[in-house]
């Protein structure tokens, strides 16, 4: 396949194109028609066609790339993969791809490894490269200084705009980027920073003190990586500057590493959303067992919860009895009370996982989703009054149907705003805490609110 033949194809055609032949010629053994296959591919693609591949065809894949693409390949691979890659290979090939991988990278890789496996690679590592590695690995897991790289180019501000292109030149290869230049003083505290457009920009004889900025915006190594992902966000960074508590520039993070971890914690969250325990596996990748494992805790939460609307229910008999339609339309009203609720909580928690919303603001984001639940409860309650009178020809039933659907719509709203507030404001994560307590209190109140609105409009005596 040539380079004009790939660069017909959008993106996704390739991914496709690559993957299917690459196990046909696999199957074939034409093993010069892989290396052939790859050449004009990048190696995030090549990492998805062999992620793609059956756990045999793995390795195979993997060995018939050259040396430097291999590591730039295994750094794009799922830690899954990674780890079955590790244990097929001998060590000597672990040792190379794993002493050329970016700490980071390496780090992150260590993380998902057992503690014997891990313990073994850092014994093959080079001395540089595992006192990298260890600096990393002695933070906390989801730090900046976890997620740091070491592997950055710093310059002295009395230094001539002529040196300073010299010494980038020469460090170059060694860098994550170049694109953002550092200062630091003979302690390896952090005095500036500059870009590398500017340094090009200025004249031979200037110093680097007199082009550098000195108000420089800096993490500390025990900042959370979801504070980080936001600070580059908000200043459009394409790298920040990790210290010490001594303000010694030991790292920095650049925004490949950020859109990792927005892609994480927006997995998180997605996950608590939906009641089930992430972990940092792939969610598809995971045996059957231990996907019904992560997802059974809130549901068991969600079965025992239900069980009060079961019992609200059954304190209700007589009126179901005597008015047996009523019953009917009970899923109907809890089902999108619990929707409306969701709509709520989802804006809400949004708002506050990307700080646009914080809890001095509670009073009028809830007033105002209460509101928008009213509006919600008349448009749907008028449809529905009408769809209840057309399936039982009973108007007072119709009518407490469409009264009890602007209630429950107000109610789901007010909760669905009221209780991410409210696990923020106590420590837990509203995103995972919310969800079932908002089903809870949109079944058992909407059933309450319903069942006895119809005693009083029909007369019903208990």
């Known amino acids: 396949m040539s380079i004009s033949t790939v660069s017909s194809f959008s993106r996704q055609e390739l991914r496709e194109l690559v993957r299917s032949q690459l196990k046909m010629l696999l199957d074939q053994q034409n093993f010069q028609g892989v290396k052939?296959?790859?050449?004009?591919?990048?190696?995030?693609?090549?990492?998805?066609?062999?992620?793609?591949?059956?756990?045999?065809?793995?390795?195979?894949?993997?060995?018939?790339?050259?040396?430097?693409?291999?590591?730039?390949?295994?750094?794009?691979?799922?830690?899954?993969?990674?780890?079955?890659?590790?244990?097929?290979?001998?060590?000597?090939?672990?040792?190379?791809?794993?002493?050329?991988?970016?700490?980071?990278?390496?780090?992150?890789?260590?993380?998902?490894?057992p503690a014997k496996v891990v313990r073994r690679l850092l014994t093959q590592l080079s001395p540089q490269e595992r006192q990298a590695t260890a600096l990393l690995l002695g933070y906390e897991a989801d730090t900046a200084g976890r997620i740091m790289t070491p592997e950055y180019i710093a310059l002295k501000e009395g230094w001539t705009i002529a040196r300073a292109l010299e010494h980038i030149r020469n460090r170059a290869e060694m860098s994550e980027t170049v694109y953002?230049?550092?200062?630091?003083?003979?302690?390896?505290?952090?005095?500036?920073?500059?870009?590398?457009?500017?340094?090009?920009?200025?004249?031979?004889?200037?110093?680097?003190?007199?082009?550098?900025?000195?108000?420089?915006?800096?993490?500390?190594?025990?900042?959370?990586?979801?504070?980080?992902?936001?600070?580059?966000?908000?200043?459009?960074?394409?790298?920040?500057?990790?210290?010490?508590?001594?303000?010694?520039?030991?790292?920095i993070i650049t925004v490949d590493d950020v859109i990792d971890i927005l892609e994480e914690e927006a997995t998180e969250d997605i996950y608590a959303l939906g009641g089930v325990q992430s972990g940092g596996d792939n969610y598809f990748q995971t045996n059957l067992l231990e996907v019904a494992r992560k997802r059974v805790v809130w549901l068991s939460v969600l079965l025992l919860t239900n069980t009060v609307t079961t019992w609200v229910i059954r304190s209700q008999q007589e009126i179901l009895e005597q008015v047996v339609v009523l019953a009917a339309f009970i899923p109907l009203l809890i089902g999108t009370g619990g929707n409306v609720g969701a709509q709520s909580s989802t804006v809400v928690i949004r708002g506050i996982n990307t700080n646009e919303l914080d809890n001095s603001e509670a009073f009028n984001v809830i007033r105002r989703e209460a509101i928008a639940g009213a509006f919600l409860g008349i448009m749907l309650g008028v449809v529905v009054t009408g769809w209840a009178y057309l399936l039982q020809g009973n108007l007072a039933v119709s009518i407490i149907v469409g009264v009890s659907l602007v209630a429950i719509a107000i109610l789901a709203s007010t909760a669905g705003a009221a209780l991410p507030f409210l696990f923020s404001a106590i420590g837990f994560d509203p995103a995972l805490m919310s969800a079932p307590f908002i089903t809870t209190i949109v079944d058992v109140l909407g059933v309450l609110i319903y069942l006895n609105l119809a005693r009083q409009l029909l007369h019903i005596s208990p």
């Open 36 to 113: 052939t296959l790859l050449v004009p591919v990048q190696p995030a693609d090549i990492a998805e066609a062999i992620e793609g591949l059956p756990e045999a065809m793995q390795a195979i894949a993997f060995r018939l790339l050259s040396k430097d693409e291999a590591i730039e390949v295994y750094e794009n691979l799922d830690s899954s993969v990674q780890q079955t890659l590790i244990e097929d290979f001998k060590r000597q090939d672990v040792q190379d791809i794993v002493d050329k991988m970016s700490p980071d990278d390496r780090a992150r890789l260590f993380d998902e490894l």
């Open 180 to 251: 953002y230049l550092f200062v630091t003083d003979v302690a390896r505290r952090l005095t500036g920073i500059l870009s590398l457009r500017h340094l090009v920009m200025a004249q031979p004889e200037q110093t680097i003190g007199e082009i550098m900025t000195r108000e420089v915006v800096s993490i500390q190594t025990d900042t959370d990586q979801e504070e980080v992902a936001q600070l580059i966000q908000r200043y459009d960074f394409l790298a920040v500057p990790v210290v010490d508590t001594e303000q010694r520039l030991v790292g």
